[in-house]
């Protein structure tokens, strides 16, 4: 079987490393370099922390299994340390608390912390005298999207597959059972198979194909499809895990750097219109950094991105053939680090004829069942 993956992001490149893996002659067409996309700008946390309702949890409560399972233990690309939650107002407590309540529900590991253990697994976190809800979840990590991709592209180029970089997919036929995949260079390539692990740019892909590929576009700075992150230089800061404090988020990003969210700031957020990395925006988050850790009154911003994310239309994955071209596997996720290892293995257990239960809800055709979609709205901190 020959199976063109169009995308080399972490999807894309889980897909390709699991066919192959199995045995398929695996084609891998990327327009830029494998990564350049959603997959260059991600938070990376894996985790199944408030994702409703119960199928999505299972599906990224299995993501997160699959990432152990396949790291198995600490890796250069997974660091599975857990992530530390605390809440001060009264609302965020609230919610916070209702969510620990579900996840121990569903077998999901939670911790409740004192303020020592807490300063045991993080010294350098400083958590308000009078916060009394310091919630731990063991389970959960957080990746290197570009080590993660670098061991996946490599699983895939063992296993046999080819990978084509700097090549764009332009047209999209069938052909006989299977498809014919040109390229931007003139090739014409025969496939049994194609899956389009596009991201962002899944329903322009789907388009070559005829088949709808309903995602949301950016059309407002802040709106759900946008969100700065802000990359630290190095820092003399003990950090080991991830962190989400009420006005930040924090995670180790490697030699001392650490990767910062602060998501009611996103509301100004525009592809075309990037911050310095000395301005006004990134000041409030070294502000605000200073007052979650201590020793870090030196940092600075060294990358200021506006990342965009692969967002379906209504805001779950998308996994499955498209219904009127069966040739075609179309995937499409805002989860998509968190999925990448289960989605590389599933999907091409799919390609091979088996069915994955964990899917049935996050297939195209609940777009074509004629209910409305409700669209997703951008989460703002502790609403989860
Ligand atoms: C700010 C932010 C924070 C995030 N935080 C998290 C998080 O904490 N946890 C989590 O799990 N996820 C998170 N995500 C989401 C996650 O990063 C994405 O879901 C994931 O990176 C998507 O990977 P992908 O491979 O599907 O897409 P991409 O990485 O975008 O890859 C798609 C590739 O397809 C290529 N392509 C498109 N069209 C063509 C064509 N015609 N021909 C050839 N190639 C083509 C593109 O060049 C691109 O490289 C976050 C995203 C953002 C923006």
Redesign the pocket.
């Given at each position: 079987m020959h199976v063109v993956v169009?995308?080399?992001?972490?999807?894309?490149a889980s897909i390709a490393a699991g066919l192959a893996q199995r045995g398929a002659q695996v084609t891998v067409?990327?327009?830029?370099w494998?990564?350049?996309?959603?997959?260059?700008?991600?938070?990376?946390?894996?985790n199944s922390n408030g994702k409703e309702p119960q199928s999505y949890f299972e599906l990224n409560a299995a993501g997160l299994r699959a990432h152990h399972q396949l790291a198995g233990g600490a890796s250069p690309w997974f660091v599975p340390n857990g992530h530390l939650e605390y809440a001060t107002a009264p609302e965020h407590v609230d919610r916070l608390r209702g969510r620990m309540g579900r996840l121990v529900e569903r077998g999901y590991p939670v911790q409740e912390l004192t303020h020592q253990k807490a300063a045991a697994l993080e010294p350098d976190l400083v958590i308000p005298a009078d916060c009394d809800t310091i919630a731990f979840f063991p389970g959960e990590a957080h990746v290197f999207?570009s080590l993660y991709l670098a061991q996946a592209l490599a699983r895939a180029v063992d296993a046999g597959a080819t990978v084509r970089p700097r090549?764009?997919?332009?047209a999209l036929e069938p052909a006989g059972s299977g498809a014919r995949v040109t390229l931007d260079d003139g090739t014409v390539l025969h496939a049994d198979a194609v899956v389009s692990?596009?991201?962002?740019?899944s329903a322009?892909?789907g388009r070559l194909a005829g088949v709808h590929v309903p995602m949301a576009e950016f059309t407002d700075p802040g709106d759900v499809t946008v969100?700065y992150?802000m990359e630290t230089g190095p820092l003399p800061v003990r950090v080991e895990r991830l962190i989400t404090s009420p006005r930040l988020n924090v995670r180790p990003d490697g030699g001392g750097r650490l990767l910062l969210?602060a998501l009611d700031l996103d509301v100004t957020a525009d592809p075309a219109v990037v911050p310095a990395v000395a301005s006004e925006l990134a000041d409030a988050v070294l502000e605000r950094l200073r007052g979650v850790l201590r020793n870090a009154e030196a940092a600075d911003v060294r990358r200021l991105v506006v990342?965009?994310?692969?967002m379906p239309a209504d805001g779950y994955t998308v996994v499955g053939r498209a219904p009127d071209a069966e040739w075609l596997y179309v995937?499409?996720?805002?989860?998509?680090?968190?999925?990448a290892p289960l989605l590389g293995e599933r999907v091409a257990a799919e390609l091979f004829g088996q069915d994955e239960p964990l899917f049935a809800d996050f297939r195209l055709e609940r777009f074509l069942a004629g209910t409305a979609v409700t669209p997703p709205v951008p989460r703002r901190p502790g609403e989860q």
């Open positions: 169009i995308g080399a992001g972490v999807v894309g067409v990327e327009r830029d494998p990564g350049a996309g959603t997959s260059a700008t991600s938070f990376a946390w894996i999207p090549t764009e997919v332009t692990a596009a991201g962002r740019w322009q892909l969100g992150l969210q990342g965009q994310r692969v995937v499409a996720t805002h989860s998509g680090v968190t999925l």
